[in-house]
């Protein structure tokens, strides 16, 4: 185990990128604070990894960390992000989630309207509605799946009424 210490600060990123999935692989929970600090690691490969590892982990101490990083440079560590948070089921996550749903990413977009309804959080419905006119169609898609199982008939209902043409078909 000492070497897969070592090997989160070896300056290669393939030797980072694969400590820290072997050390999700096994399950080590005290590497959590080691892998957390990955977070913030300057190549986004190794920043998304640790994203994806700490959710893999599920120890959640690593919410604050998890939070923080939907605001990193690279969309696919703030797309891990989410999809960690919100397998963590973490109510906490929920506002900087909300801030997530604006995210120039449409990977981001749609995986931020996937974790709040895997949240069930109602109260972001009104900010989800906005994304039925987003741009990129798998997002709008996903925010039809998510009003499913968020509020169902009303949901629908809310969808005929206020969407336009293209959110109709």
């Known amino acids: 185990l000492p070497e897969l210490f070592r090997a989160l600060r070896d300056g290669d990123r393939i030797v980072r990128c694969t400590a820290i999935s072997a050390l999700a692989d096994i399950g080590l929970q005290k590497a959590v604070p080691q892998v957390i600090r990955m977070l913030s690691d300057p190549d986004g490969n190794v920043s998304a990894w640790a994203a994806l ?11 604050p960390g998890l939070a923080e990083a939907l605001r990193n440079e690279n969309p696919n560590t703030r797309y ?11 109510e906490a996550a929920v506002p900087a989630l909300m801030d997530m749903l604006r995210d120039e990413s449409s990977g981001v977009r749609w995986n931020v309207v996937e974790a709040l309804g895997k949240l069930g959080h109602k109260a972001a419905l009104p900010e989800i509605l906005k994304l039925l006119r987003d741009p990129e169609p798998s997002v709008q898609s996903t925010v039809v799946e998510t009003l499913q199982k968020l509020d169902g008939q009303e949901a629908l209902k809310t969808l005929l009424r206020d969407g336009d043409d293209s959110t109709r078909a």
């Open 80 to 90: 891990w992000a989410a999809m960690s948070l919100a397998d963590f089921g973490e």
């Open 53 to 63: 590892a700490l959710g893999r982990l599920g120890d959640k101490a690593a919410v």
